[in-house]
């Protein structure tokens, strides 16, 4: 059943959420000249405190908040369980608003049609003068509960405790280059963990993942995009824009820290955005939540990779919802896709599934120019895999950058 809240009229309260003190004002002042009184906050923190007691009919939500954003604000307003009408305001990307809009909706929140910026007063206005707002039902609040870690490809190689590697300080990323299969120059790099043993020398992520606690899959993640953003300013200094890309566990998508770690670090002018890479398995088992945490990813220029495709013999049809930018073909079909009509087949799919969703085809573990040729008459984009080149130091990416263009 819905409920119907009242227009607000003179003495309503309204809050408006906006990190430009500009934009505050300006709403501030137009509703106060309709009668409509109004509170400005700066950051979604606010809210919370602002809503303790009072009960804004309409409350404004900048999407991007600086260091806060307009889902964070959904969270705290889907939890306390907020009756009136939210109406997000930005400059971003409508299908992003989109996004964002049917993420509140999903809250239970009643969701207006977004405001894009630049707007004039009687769009403002406008949002009075319309029938009453309807209030939907809240849906009881969801527990968002964080999914048991799920098992990647291991071949069981030595295990270690990543706690321990965090603590001494063993963990390092090595760079895969990715490279524009037609033109073959790299376009970017895949940033893969590593661990520096002592005894057991250079370890990949299965020698550490498995039975990793919480906090050290925390702490890994953390590590492992801090260095990336740190990594991209060495490469762009070198002259070598290339888009990053990370790996990392479900969980961690769907812990607000990965948000947090991202947004703490201002990005350069001409940073071409982070690539997080999320396997296809462990993508359909968590979508609904998967779509929330890439959404607000994206207002940070963060897109999503679908890993390892076609190894998790998922319905395409429930991952399609997802707002993912890459496909990367599972290499164990990549692999002899020159000879092997049945693995050829696989990709040739995947690469019109990548296109027809406006997402890039990524082709990993590309070993032999038999493999790269048929996968550019498939149209794959871009490639990556030994035959490109192993994993490397962020040095030795900016020297294969450089050999490219000699
Ligand atoms: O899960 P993901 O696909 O991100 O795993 C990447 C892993 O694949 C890395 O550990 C990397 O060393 C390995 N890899 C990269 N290129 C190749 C390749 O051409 N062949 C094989 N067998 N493995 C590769
Ligand atoms: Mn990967």
């Not at 959420?17 to 509703?31: F, Q």
């Not at 405790?161 to 033109?183: F, G, S, T």
């Not at 990524?362 to 048929?374: F, K, L, P, R």
Request: proline content about 5%; glycine content about 8%.
């Amino acid at each position: 059943m819905a409920s119907v809240a009242a227009v607000p009229t003179t003495g309503c309260e309204c809050v408006v959420v906006d990190d430009d003190p500009d934009i505050c004002r300006l709403i501030t002042h137009v509703l106060s000249g309709i009668g409509v009184s109004s509170l400005g906050l700066h950051s979604a923190a606010a809210l919370e405190d602002a809503l303790n007691g009072s009960h804004p009919s309409v409350i404004f939500l900048d999407v991007a908040l600086g260091r806060w954003d307009a889902i964070d604000g959904i969270r705290i307003l889907g939890q306390t369980s907020y009756r009136g009408a939210v109406q997000l305001i930005s400059g971003k990307d409508p299908e992003l608003v989109g996004a964002v809009k049917a993420i509140g909706e999903k809250h239970g929140l009643k969701m207006l049609e977004p405001l894009q910026k630049p707007f004039r007063s009687e769009h403002l206005r406008r949002i009075f003068e319309g029938p009453a707002i309807q209030v939907a039902e809240k849906a009881p609040a969801e527990q968002s509960t964080i999914p048991a870690p799920a098992k990647r490809r291991a071949d069981a190689p030595p295990q270690i405790d990543l706690e321990e590697a965090l603590a001494c300080h063993w963990l390092d990323v090595a760079y895969q280059p990715k490279v524009d299969l037609v033109r073959n120059r790299v376009i970017g790099a895949e940033g893969l963990a590593r661990v520096n043993h002592p005894h057991h020398g250079l370890l990949g992520p299965a020698s550490f993942l498995p039975g990793a606690s919480e906090a050290a899959l925390r702490g890994l993640t953390a590590f492992v995009v801090r260095k990336a953003l740190r990594d991209w300013d060495v490469l762009a200094a070198a002259g070598c824009n290339l888009k990053l890309a990370i790996n990392a566990p479900i969980q961690m998508l769907l812990d607000p820290s990965l948000t947090e770690v991202v947004r703490e670090t201002p990005a350069g002018k001409d940073w071409p955005g982070l690539i997080v890479e999320v396997t296809e398995s462990e993508a359909v088992q968590e979508l609904d939540l998967l779509f929330e945490a890439a959404t607000q990813l994206r207002i940070y220029n963060v897109s999503l990779a679908i890993d390892d495709f076609g190894s998790g013999y998922s319905s395409f049809a429930r991952l399609k919802q997802l707002p993912f930018s890459e496909l990367k073909l599972d290499r164990s079909f990549v692999q002899n896709c020159a000879n092997d009509a049945l693995n050829a087949g696989i990709c040739r799919s995947i690469v019109e599934l990548a296109s027809a969703h406006g997402a890039t085809s990524v082709a990993e573990g590309v070993e032999t120019a038999h493999d790269w040729t048929a996968l550019v008459r498939m149209g794959c984009e871009v490639g990556q895999g030994y035959y490109f080149g192993r994993p490397m130091s962020v040095g030795r990416l900016i020297g294969r950058v450089a050999a490219d263009e000699d």
